[in-house]
């Protein structure tokens, strides 16, 4: 197992690809939460989530990190990597199981790199634009149970959009194809459920869609009005990614490469 | 011994060959025709699934409450042209035969804002002074006193002046200013004029109306109406709001009308949610005060409106568009892949050439597919979403084939940015998830509540998202103030302006992608 993860990381490692899809998802989900905290000033009668504000770049940081996984299976088999793989190493739980852990390790440092940063702007920025203690909102601080609530479930978030992503990506092999899948399962969801009409029908979609469910993790105020509570909405996405995950091994193990 | 010369007569290189051998690589790769049928399939189910999850209720969530409150709403009532209205107001009034004319001086115009925590028979409990800027009280001709007949009326308004008002959908500027103002309405035959004046002897006429059909006894009088105050605070995460009946109170004098036997009907009286409490008239001396709450203007989306954007029967463009960007991504990275784009610049070498084709048939291609998608999601979701006692607005012949024509111009324009930025990165996933995102995201933080409205309108004016303002099928009516949010189906640019957005983007990707073409080796 120790050989096999080394050889994971080394093929993630000497590729230029894999680096600079991290850096790309660190650097756009940092950028574009302090776009959006830079932009929210307070004005009275309001009320914000300062936590969900600081982290709105999760929105964009998700489909890189859903590419940086696609790639990690698509291009062996776009290139014939994987017989080589596969070659050198027979049991293919072994290598699902290599590639799982070294992916875990690489989103969650960077996650938690991108989701630190966007928490320290949105504390600098979020302060000069009026939402001081004098108007009643607290600093943003990873002191208090919820904010640290929302900036570690959105790093495992990204872990589990990562393990989504592997999933499919070694069910449909094809990288276009499954990028386009796993988009598709984040983003249509809240499109439907905001032209769905009907609110039960509404609460059911946000409750059952991958992006939707998994981001109440974020909130911070008026969870109570959440269609799904935060920690069983990262336990919707966990199922999805589970499901995912399944349905890839098996195409692995069923399939010839 | 002569050369070798092949028999085969002599290919011709032009335009229309290259675009038969593109058409050919299209057609023949099976897992790209099914991507295009996909595309087509999921735009008109996920349309009617959606379709088929709305039923016409209005649904509250309170705070702390598991369960949302819901209850079933009436169709509007419909205006002359079948536009969908509102039309409450108190109406003070006397038979009008024949030909006449009214005149009266609106000495004020006061407001009050009730309190959304009142009750229905104590509405005016808590309730703050403050008049709406379409606030409005004047002078009407009506067919008769059912909700949504012809009227023409001469008003004078909260915060807009002197304003002509007719049939709902009308409305013409006065001269600007507040209350004391003279206004007199005349009728012969079926015309009828409105006049405003600021001292009762030099009189301007603002407008006139032909009312066809208008019989020959109509009640005419005064009327004063004021429209629900709205406060709506967004904030990352969605908006809310509260929206508040107002009273809107006016004092007529130097009245000048036929008879002086006035009658007062309130107008949509016991409607939804509207109290009867908040209107009515009195008389002191040559003195009338006339009190009405409600508005008489189109019917606009947003709540607490009943009424449904025909643009909800497409929402499942957005999973044809993400089906259609894989197959033209992978139009031009699969060759890359496969080395087959050697060839193909070894048969055409200019290279540029290769790019149109390959842009006109994915492009064509895309538009087809949207077209015959779009076709049938419109009528079957309305069919569906009526079944479901929806109400729809309605939607002239022109705008439904500009939103059945744009849906598929906007999925071939997008098709064709996918084609350019393939070329670019020559990797499928980088141009698959680099144009959805573009085209997809801005749409999501902007319409599913993630974004404040303010925000959310910018993005739908720079980002490729703006392309969706082509399946706009509501009204924006500049004299009703209602919430124009693209949540509630109201985007910030016109239909084509959004559309020639995306066109822009589509055009610098395709010449980057040409310049890059040109200068790399394959």
Same mark, same amino acid.
């Given at each position: 197992?120790?050989?096999?993860?080394?050889?994971?990381?080394?093929?993630?490692?000497? @590729?230029?690809?894999?680096?600079?899809?991290? =850096?790309?998802?660190?650097?756009?989900?940092?950028?574009?939460?302090?776009?959006?905290?830079?932009?929210?000033?307070?004005?009275?009668?309001?009320?914000?989530?300062?936590?969900?504000? $600081?982290?709105?770049?999760?929105?964009?940081?998700?489909?890189?990190?859903?590419?940086?996984?696609?790639?990690?299976? $698509?291009?062996?088999?776009?290139?014939?990597?994987?017989?080589?793989?596969? @070659?050198?190493?027979?049991?293919?739980? @072994?290598?699902?199981?290599?590639?799982?852990? *070294?992916?875990?390790?690489?989103?969650?440092?960077?996650?938690?790199?991108? *989701?630190?940063?966007?928490?320290?702007?949105?504390?600098?920025?979020?302060?000069?634009?009026?939402? @001081?203690?004098?108007?009643?909102?607290?600093?943003?601080?990873?002191?208090?149970?919820?904010?640290?609530?929302?900036?570690?479930?959105? =790093?495992?978030?990204? =872990?589990?959009?990562?393990?989504?992503?592997?999933?499919?990506?070694?069910?449909?092999?094809?990288?276009?194809?499954?990028?386009?899948? !796993?988009?598709?399962?984040?983003?249509?969801?809240?499109? !439907?459920?905001?032209?769905?009409?009907?609110?039960?029908?509404?609460?059911?979609?946000?409750?059952?869609?991958?992006?939707?469910?998994?981001?109440?993790?974020?909130?911070?105020?008026?969870?109570?009005?959440?269609?799904?509570?935060?920690?069983?909405?990262?336990? =919707?996405?966990?199922?999805?990614?589970?499901?995912?995950?399944?349905?890839?091994?098996? $195409?692995?193990?069923?399939?010839?490469? | 011994?002569?050369?070798?010369?092949?028999?085969?007569?002599?290919?011709?290189?032009?335009?229309?060959?290259?675009?038969?051998?593109?058409?050919?690589?299209?057609?023949?790769?099976?897992?790209? #025709?099914?991507?295009?049928?996909?595309?087509?399939?999921?735009?008109?189910?996920?349309?009617?699934?959606?379709?088929?999850?709305?039923?016409?209720?209005?649904?509250?969530?309170?705070?702390?409450?598991?369960?949302?409150?819901? %209850?079933?709403?009436?169709?509007?009532?419909? +205006? &002359?042209? +079948?536009?969908?209205?509102?039309?409450?107001?108190?109406?003070? %009034?006397? &038979?009008?035969?024949?030909?006449?004319?009214?005149?009266?001086?609106?000495?004020?115009?006061?407001?009050?804002?009730?309190?959304?925590?009142?009750?229905?028979?104590?509405?005016?409990?808590?309730?703050?002074?403050?008049?709406?800027?379409?606030?409005?009280?004047?002078?009407?001709?009506?067919?008769?006193?059912? /909700?949504?007949?012809?009227?023409?009326?001469?008003?004078?308004?909260?915060?807009?002046?002197?304003?002509?008002?007719?049939?709902?959908? %009308?409305?013409?500027?006065?001269?600007?200013?507040?209350?004391?103002?003279?206004?007199?309405?005349?009728?012969?035959?079926?015309?009828?004029?409105?006049?405003?004046?600021?001292?009762?002897? %030099?009189?301007?006429?603002?407008?006139?109306?032909?009312?066809?059909?208008?019989?020959?006894?109509?009640?005419?009088?005064?009327?004063?109406?004021?429209?629900?105050?709205?406060?709506?605070?967004?904030?990352?995460?969605?908006?809310?709001?509260?929206?508040?009946?107002?009273?809107?109170?006016?004092?007529?004098?130097?009245?000048?009308?036929?008879?002086?036997?006035?009658?007062?009907?309130?107008?949509?009286?016991?409607?939804?949610?509207?109290?009867?409490?908040?209107? +009515?008239?009195?008389?002191?001396?040559?003195?009338?005060?006339?009190?009405?709450?409600?508005?008489?203007?189109?019917?606009?989306?947003?709540?607490?409106?009943?009424?449904?954007?025909?643009?909800?029967?497409?929402?499942?463009?957005?999973?044809?568009?993400?089906?259609?960007?894989?197959?033209?991504?992978?139009?031009?990275?699969?060759?890359?892949?496969?080395?087959?784009?050697?060839?193909?610049?070894?048969?055409? &070498?200019?290279?540029?050439?290769?790019?149109?084709?390959?842009?006109?048939?994915?492009?064509?291609?895309?538009?087809?597919?949207?077209?015959?998608?779009?076709?049938?999601?419109?009528?079957?979701?309305?069919?569906?979403?009526?079944?479901?006692?929806?109400?729809?607005?309605?939607?002239?012949?022109?705008?439904?084939?500009?939103?059945?024509?744009?849906?598929?111009?906007?999925?071939?324009?997008?098709?064709?940015?996918?084609?350019?930025?393939?070329?670019?990165?020559?990797?499928?996933?980088?141009?698959?998830?680099?144009?959805?995102?573009? #085209?997809?995201?801005?749409?999501?933080?902007?319409?599913?509540?993630?974004?404040?409205?303010?925000?959310?309108?910018?993005?739908?004016?720079?980002?490729?998202?703006?392309?969706?303002?082509?399946?706009?099928?509501?009204?924006?009516?500049? /004299?009703?103030?209602?919430?124009?949010?693209?949540?509630?189906?109201?985007?910030?640019?016109?239909?084509?302006?959004?559309?020639?957005?995306?066109?822009?983007?589509?055009?610098?990707?395709?010449?980057?992608?040409?310049?890059?073409?040109?200068?790399?080796?394959?």
């Amino acid at each position: 197992m120790r050989d096999a993860l080394h050889a994971e990381w080394t093929k993630l490692r000497t @590729t230029s690809g894999p680096a600079l899809l991290i =850096v790309a998802a660190v650097a756009l989900t940092v950028a574009v939460s302090a776009a959006v905290a830079a932009g929210v000033s307070y004005t009275a009668g309001t009320s914000q989530d300062l936590a969900k504000i $600081s982290l709105t770049g999760i929105y964009l940081g998700q489909a890189v990190i859903a590419i940086f996984a696609v790639l990690a299976v $698509s291009a062996e088999y776009s290139t014939g990597m994987i017989r080589t793989t596969l @070659t050198a190493m027979p049991r293919r739980s @072994t290598l699902l199981a290599a590639k799982a852990i *070294v992916i875990t390790t690489l989103v969650l440092a960077a996650g938690s790199l991108a *989701v630190l940063a966007c928490v320290l702007a949105g504390r600098l920025l979020l302060q000069g634009n009026g939402f @001081t203690p004098a108007h009643g909102y607290r600093v943003l601080s990873l002191a208090e149970a919820s904010t640290l609530r929302a900036a570690g479930g959105s =790093v495992l978030y990204l =872990v589990l959009i990562a393990l989504l992503s592997l999933g499919i990506a070694l069910a449909l092999r094809d990288s276009a194809t499954a990028i386009g899948v !796993v988009l598709a399962l984040l983003y249509l969801f809240p499109i !439907v459920a905001a032209a769905v009409s009907n609110i039960h029908w509404w609460r059911h979609l946000q409750q059952i869609g991958p992006m939707t469910a998994g981001l109440a993790i974020q909130t911070t105020t008026g969870v109570d009005r959440l269609p799904i509570g935060p920690w069983a909405g990262l336990g =919707v996405l966990a199922c999805w990614a589970t499901g995912a995950m399944l349905i890839g091994a098996l $195409s692995l193990q069923l399939r010839d490469a | 011994m002569s050369a070798y010369q092949s028999t085969l007569p002599l290919g011709r290189d032009g335009f229309a060959q290259l675009l038969r051998a593109e058409w050919t690589k299209l057609r023949t790769v099976r897992g790209w #025709v099914i991507g295009l049928l996909v595309a087509a399939v999921v735009t008109v189910a996920v349309g009617v699934l959606a379709a088929a999850a709305s039923h016409a209720s209005a649904c509250v969530l309170r705070v702390g409450a598991a369960q949302p409150v819901c %209850h079933a709403i009436p169709a509007p009532p419909t +205006g &002359p042209g +079948g536009e969908p209205v509102s039309d409450n107001f108190y109406f003070v %009034h006397q &038979p009008l035969t024949g030909d006449g004319s009214i005149t009266a001086r609106v000495d004020s115009l006061t407001g009050l804002i009730t309190s959304g925590d009142a009750s229905p028979d104590q509405a005016l409990a808590g309730a703050r002074p403050g008049v709406q800027p379409w606030s409005k009280a004047g002078l009407i001709i009506k067919a008769n006193t059912t /909700q949504g007949s012809a009227y023409a009326a001469i008003m004078l308004t909260g915060g807009h002046g002197v304003r002509w008002q007719y049939n709902y959908t %009308h409305d013409v500027a006065g001269a600007p200013g507040a209350a004391p103002r003279w206004l007199r309405l005349t009728r012969a035959g079926d015309t009828v004029t409105g006049y405003d004046s600021l001292d009762g002897t %030099h009189w301007t006429r603002v407008g006139s109306a032909r009312l066809s059909g208008l019989p020959a006894t109509v009640p005419a009088g005064l009327f004063a109406a004021s429209p629900d105050y709205q406060e709506i605070s967004s904030h990352v995460g969605g908006s809310s709001g509260t929206i508040d009946q107002t009273q809107a109170t006016a004092h007529f004098d130097q009245i000048n009308a036929p008879t002086g036997a006035w009658t007062g009907t309130a107008i949509g009286a016991g409607g939804f949610a509207r109290s009867d409490t908040l209107s +009515g008239f009195s008389r002191s001396g040559d003195t009338l005060t006339v009190r009405g709450s409600g508005d008489i203007a189109p019917a606009v989306g947003g709540d607490p409106s009943p009424a449904r954007g025909l643009d909800r029967t497409l929402v499942g463009t957005f999973a044809g568009l993400i089906a259609l960007i894989v197959v033209a991504a992978l139009f031009i990275t699969a060759e890359y892949r496969r080395g087959l784009i050697r060839t193909t610049l070894a048969a055409s &070498p200019r290279r540029g050439r290769v790019l149109a084709a390959k842009a006109v048939v994915v492009g064509a291609v895309a538009f087809v597919a949207g077209l015959a998608a779009a076709a049938v999601a419109i009528p079957l979701g309305q069919h569906v979403l009526r079944s479901n006692g929806n109400y729809i607005y309605p939607v002239s012949a022109s705008t439904e084939v500009r939103m059945i024509v744009g849906t598929a111009a906007l999925l071939a324009v997008t098709a064709i940015a996918a084609l350019a930025v393939g070329t670019m990165l020559r990797r499928g996933a980088g141009a698959v998830a680099a144009v959805i995102v573009a #085209v997809v995201l801005p749409y999501i933080l902007a319409v599913a509540s993630v974004l404040p409205t303010s925000a959310g309108q910018w993005l739908l004016r720079v980002t490729p998202a703006a392309a969706f303002a082509v399946q706009q099928s509501l009204i924006q009516y500049p /004299q009703v103030s209602g919430q124009y949010t693209p949540t509630n189906g109201y985007y910030p640019l016109s239909p084509w302006a959004g559309l020639a957005v995306l066109c822009g983007y589509t055009a610098i990707a395709l010449g980057a992608a040409a310049y890059v073409l040109n200068r790399r080796d394959a």
